[in-house]
Every structure is written in structure tokens, then in C-alpha cells.
């Protein structure tokens, strides 16, 4: 204000300046000594007004003091949200051991509960053999070795290789022997168990590892006998040893009605400590098919050439026929063969049951160490940033708007403010 | 010592003190940019103490980095003035109400007479040359405060501060 110090028009708008009452004056001057104190609430006030006062007072925040409380609002959902994920990840869904992915695998569980019945090995030989009208296989195995007097106390080996003699060795020569029911289907129903998408041919495996003291092998082998011969199975392997802790232990490899398996397994993990667990399913719908389709066409062709064998006329046209003949009978019995294998995969579930002593060991992955927490540190680590990542996917746009927004309002009360200046 | 260390923890903070020094040293200045602004002594005094009630409470945002303290305080009763204008609906006003005048005619009548004869031009400005006026010998600030409170350059504010206060003379041309 140099310039205008002695200016006359200067002195004049001084003249002209507003100056406050000094009750006013005095009123101010006590509020902000007191640090400018919110005015009591009237009773009855518009929650409006306070509203205003709480905007405002927010407003006034700086933006730091905002930013670090709510960034540990924001990592500490990221930490709740990451164990819900953990956790509801860790409940027991076991990936299918082997098999031949999920194409095959395709509908395994609804085509299992279907056939989840006590007499579940038969139901899935049932659905072909009962179109053509023929008993089951597994009933007859077991009527056959009935009548032979062998019952299920035979089965108790050790060390024992199947031999011809063995139920093993019987039950697969009985499955080769047995005419496969799928060959006696009718064209015309061939299609009909194609269409049947809830019975599907699902080869099952498990295995079970159980934990005992040296002194419990022995007894624990023969209860895995009775569970298994609870359950009609068959037991292809077993082996015992005996010594101490770590040395002893045994080893069985058994063949369990699918339809039994989960009791079967219910059985075998009350013999011990279950260790570890692991089942698996296979899809085998497909190449049953295929080869019942094909067996079928060999048994035509073999039909055909038997009446050509009856209608020639020559020798060397008999000749010709008996040649041919004696192939498709090859092939034919080999396909048999193959379909008698495919059944008995699906009909019965290939068991492993092994019995520990000692520590368990950290390959069985029964174990929990340095590696495994290394492990789990790292999947925590990945969910967290999945969930920080989608968190800032959702929440990105809507900061974004939110920003854009707040830029328009103010940009907007600039310029209104500056309208009101005309 | 321990009286020294007693008195220094019951001293106000820093910030607390820089604030008190800049509301002794602007209370009358801004009272007198929003009262020319509003034409309205009661709103005048509203806004004047919503406005250092809204700087108290953003005192901690300050960054002297980016302006002097005046310009900053100045900048927020220019928005809650022209927030209330906005809120009447009504465009900036300046003029000095009767009751001001009627006090002065105790005195010369040469000395009236100027004053009405200002004030009548003052009137006849435009909004934003009259508050360039008020912001300058109203509540003294210097040409980079009051560019920083409108929002324009330096060199900017002084022209039209020099435009406004040659128009203002013009129009007293005689009075004075």
C-alpha cells in the first residue's frame, strides 16, 4: 500500500472501511482463545446442522491422518479376507490320483452316488449284463469259489505271490472265461448304455497308510483281513515284517468292490492311525464302450464267415474261410479279454494299504516342517496378493469415480463462486 | 529447571501460537474484505467467524511452501463469502450502510461529501474490480496476496488493481 500511502483516494476508502462491533470483536477474540469450541447442540437440533459440522469436521482432516488409519482398515480386511480364502481352500478336496484328466474323470461323483450301494460291485456290471440278461460277474466269482469250498479265510498270505491257485489268478482267468455281458447286447440296446449318462464305468483306487506299534503288526494285518473279507474283497498282495519301530510294518494290495469302498476304507482306518488317505477316479465309460462295440462286430464277422465256411464249395475257398476264421476268433478273444479288464477295473477298486512303525516320514506326507511352512507362507502370501489385487480391481474404478467426482465438484464451485462475482 | 521443563510443556505448540499471531493481525482486516463483500454487517460477522473457525480447523494443512498465511486465510473468507452470496443468491455487493454514514455527518460536510462521492463510485464498479479494492485498502494486502486469494498472476492482479483504482478515480473526479 506504498504506492497509495498519500494517495487521497487511498485515505478516503479507509474512511470507508467496515470495522467490527466490539461486542462482536470481544465474543471472537474468546472463541479462539478457547480454540474456536464447537457451539452446544440446542436441544432439539436439525441432525442436519450436525451432519454439517461432522462433514466439515472431516473435511478439515488432513489427508495423511486419514490415509494411515484407513490403510490398516484396508491390509486388515486384505488379512480376514485371505484366511476365509485359506480356509474354506483347506478343507478336504483332494485332487484325483492319476487317472487320465478331467476329460475322462468328466462326472465321476454323480456317476458314483448312483452306484454307492451295498451291492455296488454289481450294479456296475449290472447295467450291461442286465440288459442282456446274464447274473453279474462278481456274484458268480463268489458262488463259483463257494462251490469249491474256498471261503475267505484262505485269503490270509504272507509273502505270498499270486500263483494260479490264488484267488487273484482264479478271479482274472474267471473274468477272461466269463462271456462278457456287454458282447451280448443287442444292436439295437448298444446304444442304450451310451445313453445312460448317470451309469458310467469309474475305475477307483485309494491308498492307506496306517500307523501301529512294532507288537500291533500282526494283529493289525489280521484285522485288515477281516475288513476285506467283510467287505467281498480280495486281497492280490500282502506282506509283513517284523523288527522294530521303523523296520516292521506290512503291506497289502487288495481288490475292493467299488460299490464297497467307502466302507471298506471306513474299515481298514479303524484297524490303526490313519497316516494319510488318497483316493482317486478314472473314467473308463468310454473305452468300455468301444470295446463292447468292437467285440460285438468280431462275433458278427465271425457268424458271417461260419456261414460262408458252411456254403463253400471248395477247398481252397474253405481254406480261405477257416484262415479268416481263425483270426477274428484271435481278435475276438483278445478283445474279450480287454472288456473282461475293463470291468474288472471298474467293478473293483485297487486298494493299497500299507502299516508303518515308527516316525512317520516326511515323504508319505504325513509330516509338517520347515518345508511345509515354507510352503503354506507361500500360499498365504499368494492369496493375499490375489485378494489385494481383486480388492484394487473393484476398488480402483470406484476410487477413480469417486476422485473424478470430487475434481468436478470443485471445479464446479470455483466456477459458480466466480459467477457470484458476476 | 524443572520449572523451565513445566513451562515448556504447558506452552502451546508452535502452530498454536502462528495461528493466534495471524488472527490478532487479520481480525479487523477480514471483517472489513467480507463486510464489503456482503454488504451485510450481521452476515459479515457470521462469515468472518465461520472463516477463522474453518482456518483453525485447517491450520494443519497449511504448507508455507505454497503461499503466505494472509493470502491463505483471505482465500478461505473469499469462499465463505462468496458461499454465502451463492446461498442468498445475490451478487457481491460494496456499500458502506447508512447507519455508517448518517455517523459521519457530525462531521465536515466536505468531508461527507468525498466519502459519498467514493462510495457512490465504488458502487458503480464492477464485482471484481470492487473487491480488488476492498482486498487492497480494505484489508492491506499486498499485489502477490491478493493474486494469490483471485486466483491470477502478479503482474495480473496489479493491472487490474491499477485499472479499478483509475476508474474509481475518474469517477470521484472533483470529490477528492
Redesign the interface.
Known amino acids: 500500500?506504498e504506492r497509495?500511502s498519500h494517495d487521497?483516494?487511498?485515505e478516503?476508502?479507509?474512511?470507508?472501511?467496515?470495522?467490527?462491533?466490539p461486542e462482536?470483536?470481544a465474543e471472537?477474540?474468546r472463541?479462539?482463545a478457547a480454540?474456536?469450541p464447537p457451539p452446544e447442540e440446542p436441544h432439539g437440533a436439525p441432525a442436519r446442522s450436525r451432519i454439517r459440522r461432522l462433514v466439515?469436521?472431516l473435511a478439515?482432516v488432513?489427508p495423511r491422518r486419514v490415509a494411515l488409519p484407513a490403510g490398516g482398515l484396508a491390509v486388515a480386511a486384505a488379512v480376514v479376507a485371505a484366511v476365509a480364502v485359506m480356509s474354506y481352500e483347506s478343507e478336504p478336496q483332494q485332487p484325483p490320483l492319476g487317472g487320465r484328466g478331467d476329460a475322462e474323470a468328466g462326472i465321476h461323483e454323480s456317476a458314483l452316488r448312483p452306484n454307492v450301494n451295498p451291492d455296488g460291485a454289481a450294479q456296475s456290471a449290472d447295467r450291461i449284463a442286465q440288459a442282456a440278461g446274464t447274473p453279474p460277474k462278481v456274484e458268480e466269482f463268489w458262488e463259483a469259489q463257494r462251490a469249491e469250498g474256498r471261503s475267505g479265510d484262505h485269503l490270509r498270505a504272507s509273502g505270498e505271490s499270486p500263483g494260479a491257485g490264488s484267488p487273484d489268478a482264479k478271479f482274472h482267468a474267471f473274468s477272461e472265461k466269463a462271456p462278457s455281458a456287454s458282447a451280448t447286447l443287442a444292436p439295437a440296446s448298444r446304444g442304450g448304455v451310451a445313453a445312460q449318462t448317470r451309469n458310467r464305468d469309474i475305475e477307483r483306487s485309494a491308498e492307506l497308510t496306517l500307523a501301529t506299534d512294532p507288537a500291533g503288526v500282526g494283529d493289525a494285518a489280521s484285522q485288515v483281513f477281516d475288513a476285506v473279507h467283510a467287505q467281498r474283497g480280495i486281497v492280490l498282495r500282502s506282506s509283513t515284517r517284523e523288527g522294530e519301530a521303523g523296520e516292521a510294518g506290512a503291506y497289502f494290495e487288495l481288490l475292493i468292490p467299488s460299490g464297497r469302498l467307502g466302507d471298506a476304507l471306513a474299515a481298514l482306518s479303524e484297524v490303526a492311525e490313519v497316516r494319510s488317505r488318497r483316493e482317486a477316479t478314472a473314467d473308463i465309460t468310454a473305452p468300455t464302450i468301444t470295446v463292447g462295440e468292437r467285440l460285438q462286430d468280431s462275433r458278427a464277422r465271425i457268424d458271417g464267415l461260419l456261414a460262408q465256411l458252411a456254403d463253400a464249395d471248395t477247398e481252397a475257398e474253405r481254406e480261405a474261410v477257416e484262415r479268416e476264421l481263425r483270426g477274428e476268433r484271435r481278435r475276438a478273444a483278445f478283445l474279450r479279454s480287454r472288456l473282461a479288464r475293463l470291468n474288472r477295473r471298474a467293478n473293483f477298486a485297487r486298494v493299497s494299504v500299507r502299516i508303518e512303525t515308527g516316525a512317520p516320514s516326511s515323504s508319505a506326507g504325513g509330516g509338517w516342517g520347515v518345508g511345509e511352512a515354507l510352503g503354506d507362507a507361500g500360499r498365504i502370501l499368494t492369496v493375499a496378493a490375489g485378494v489385494a489385487l481383486i480388492g484394487l480391481a473393484i476398488l480402483g474404478p470406484i476410487a477413480l469415480i469417486a476422485l473424478l467426482a470430487w475434481l468436478a465438484h470443485r471445479a464446479w464451485l470455483r466456477r459458480?463462486?466466480q459467477r457470484?462475482?458476476? | 529447571m524443572s520449572e523451565a521443563l513445566l513451562a515448556a510443556a504447558e506452552a502451546p505448540p508452535a502452530a498454536e501460537l502462528a495461528f493466534d499471531r495471524l488472527y490478532r493481525a487479520s481480525r479487523d482486516d477480514v471483517f472489513a474484505y467480507v463486510a464489503s463483500l456482503l454488504g451485510d454487517r450481521a452476515a459479515a460477522e457470521e462469515v468472518t467467524a465461520a472463516a477463522f473457525e474453518r482456518a483453525y480447523r485447517k491450520r494443519s494443512r497449511f504448507d508455507p511452501r505454497r503461499g503466505e498465511p494472509r493470502a491463505w486465510l483471505f482465500g478461505i473468507a473469499r469462499n465463505a463469502a462468496l458461499d454465502e452470496l451463492r446461498r442468498r443468491g445475490r451478487q457481491a455487493e460494496l456499500s458502506a450502510e447508512p447507519a455508517d454514514l448518517a455517523a459521519e455527518l457530525e462531521e465536515s460536510a466536505e468531508r461527507s461529501e468525498r466519502r459519498l462521492a467514493v462510495a457512490t463510485a465504488l458502487a458503480a464498479l464492477a464485482p471484481r474490480e470492487r473487491e480488488l479494492i476492498a482486498l487492497k485498502f480494505f484489508a492491506g494486502l499486498s499485489n502477490a496476496e491478493i493474486a494469490a486469494v483471485t486466483g491470477v498472476s502478479e503482474s495480473n492482479a496489479g493491472t487490474k488493481l491499477h485499472r479499478a483504482v483509475t476508474k474509481l478515480r475518474e469517477a470521484c473526479d472533483g470529490a477528492l
Open positions: 500500500m497509495y487521497p483516494l487511498a478516503a476508502l479507509r474512511e470507508l472501511r467496515p470495522t467490527p462491533r462482536f470483536a471472537l477474540d472463541r479462539a480454540g474456536f466439515a469436521r478439515a488432513p459458480a463462486r457470484t462475482l458476476g
